[in-house]
């Protein structure tokens, strides 16, 4: 039996990643953790049986404590502490990140330093601590298995083109693809008043509200070509972004002798969270199948970077290096809440995150704690200047 914990267990990943447990039946889940969706989590702790759950506040702890006053042998836990003992849960092999936002780099690194493998669907963790993350799972022999489905299909295609002694051949460019989003084909003006509800229908994908509205700036393929840096350890002249609107090529890998492949399929994030849980192994899974009868071309094209102004602060972040990675993912978490929040409009997140990488001094090689205070230093100066 493989064991998991789940960090983020009530959201898009996390719910999917039960499905994905709940239809092959040889997982056993050792700890769960969320926000605040307790009553979600109440549910998947009489199904899956957890020994140990954290939920966000000591109040929610409570409630959950005498919501399953009935069942024996669990620990409810809460805020950072219970993450961290979500991520080191002795019982689970896998620690599955599918939790939002920086408040994973914490949990992913102490789940590394006790020896699990993790399952990543937290690209914040590789964007702000990227060179942190990857030489400790080197060292601790740890497995990074990609869940984004973008960096799940390179990791495929790499994996797929190994050579007689195992290693594997070298990519020369990674292709990364996005699907334009909602607003693909609008120019920066036509922004002006889109609303949120605008912003959050994807036309091929269902997930969270913060990766909607990042899928929506391109700040979504910004955060993915930061991670990917890291993930496959490539230069970012050597990452490019292509629109393929379909969502039916999910990435490719060139190599040196100019062969492309590519991963494809219909978009259902179940597939690279199984592929993650069971790599190498591929079993079946439940869904719909691609028709190449029924398709009438795949279309690519260029991203619309002047509009969509995401994918530029991304490569900036990369080539300024250091902290600046960080800045550029705090501006934009601060930013999209806000947006979420309605307290700002579409535009104004990337004019949050331009003020932010301007003016919030950066610092090379930055620690655990330095990369935090940089988050709260430039929540602050936003706060402060946008009054929100």
Request: hydrophobic share 40%; charged share 25%.
């Amino acid at each position: 039996m493989r064991k998991i914990s789940i960090i983020g267990s009530t959201g898009s990943i996390g719910t999917q990643t039960l499905e994905v447990v709940r239809e092959n039946g040889d997982i056993e889940v050792a700890a769960l953790s969320c926000g605040r969706n307790i009553g979600l989590l109440e549910k998947q702790i009489r199904e899956f049986k957890p020994s140990l759950v954290s939920v966000e506040t000591a109040e929610d702890a409570k409630k959950l404590e005498a919501s399953i006053a009935d069942l024996s042998g669990i620990t409810v836990m809460y805020g950072m502490e219970g993450l961290l003992a979500v991520a080191c849960c002795p019982e689970a092999d896998t620690v599955v990140t599918a939790i939002v936002g920086m408040i994973g780099v914490e949990p992913t690194i102490a789940a590394i330093k006790c020896g699990k493998d993790i399952a990543l669907a937290n690209k914040e963790t590789l964007v702000t601590a990227g060179h942190i993350i990857m030489p400790l799972a080197k060292e601790k022999n740890v497995r990074i298995l990609p869940v984004d489905s973008e960096h799940s299909a390179i990791f495929q295609c790499i994996s797929g083109s190994r050579l007689a002694d195992g290693t594997e051949n070298k990519p020369s460019r990674l292709l990364i693809t996005a699907s334009g989003g909602p607003f693909r084909g609008k120019k920066y003006d036509e922004l002006k008043n889109v609303t949120l509800e605008d912003a959050l229908k994807h036309p091929n994908w269902s997930m969270g509200h913060k990766i909607t509205i990042d899928s929506a700036t391109l700040v979504n393929k910004g955060l993915e070509v930061i991670e990917a840096r890291y993930l496959f350890n490539m230069p970012p002249e050597a990452i490019e972004v292509v629109v393929q609107p379909q969502s039916i090529i999910h990435s490719m890998v060139e190599f040196a002798d100019g062969a492309v492949m590519a991963q494809l399929g219909t978009p259902d994030m179940k597939l690279p969270i199984q592929y993650a849980l069971y790599y190498p192994e591929r079993r079946y899974l439940p869904g719909e199948r691609l028709d190449f009868t029924k398709m009438s071309g795949i279309i690519i094209d260029k991203p619309d970077r002047e509009t969509f102004k995401g994918l530029d602060f991304a490569y900036r972040a990369l080539k300024e290096g250091g902290a600046m990675t960080t800045i550029f993912n705090a501006a934009n978490e601060y930013a999209v809440g806000c947006f979420l929040e309605k307290k700002i409009s579409f535009l104004d997140i990337y004019k949050m995150i331009e003020y932010a990488m301007d003016r919030v001094p950066n610092i090379s090689s930055p620690s655990v704690r330095e990369i935090l205070d940089k988050k709260t230093e430039t929540e602050e100066l936003l706060k402060s200047a946008f009054m929100v």
